[in-house]
């Protein structure tokens, strides 16, 4: 299976949190599956830390560089696709992710339930 990560659930994943279910967990560190990282959520991070509202280690980039995640690029087809999605859910990252796994065949692994109104596979 391919599923592409929230970005609390990296960030739960990252900082082994209890909030992180033994299923994702389970289902993240399996070799049989493909799991994506998408910019947007590193972008989503790195605007929280600048803020002050995310904490990140100073060596961030390295640790999630040694993480067994895919890289996804944000494209321009992707930006295109955010437009089509109906207005359920304002935040921009979401969204972006949303149009992700639409366009690259993805489950999402979230536990945001708003984010199963959209007509995209989700595993909470």
């Not at 990282?37 to 002050?52: L, P």
């Not at 999402?108 to 708003?114: F, I, Q, R, Y």
Request: aromatic share 8%; glycine share 0%.
């Amino acid at each position: 299976m391919k599923y592409l990560l929230d970005t609390h659930i990296v960030l739960w994943w990252l900082n082994d949190s209890p909030k992180l279910s033994a299923p994702l967990r389970e289902l993240i560190s399996s070799k049989d599956n493909f799991v994506v990282v998408s910019a947007a959520s590193v972008w989503e991070m790195r605007i929280k830390q600048s803020i002050g509202k995310l904490e990140l280690p100073e060596n961030f980039e390295e640790i999630l560089s040694e993480q067994p995640f895919e890289r996804l690029s944000i494209t321009t087809a992707h930006a295109h696709a955010v437009q089509q999605l109906p207005d359920i859910h304002r935040d921009p990252f979401d969204r972006m992710l949303i149009a992700q796994a639409k366009l690259e065949n993805l489950t999402l692994a979230t536990n945001d339930k708003l984010l199963k109104r959209y007509e995209v596979e989700c595993v909470y």
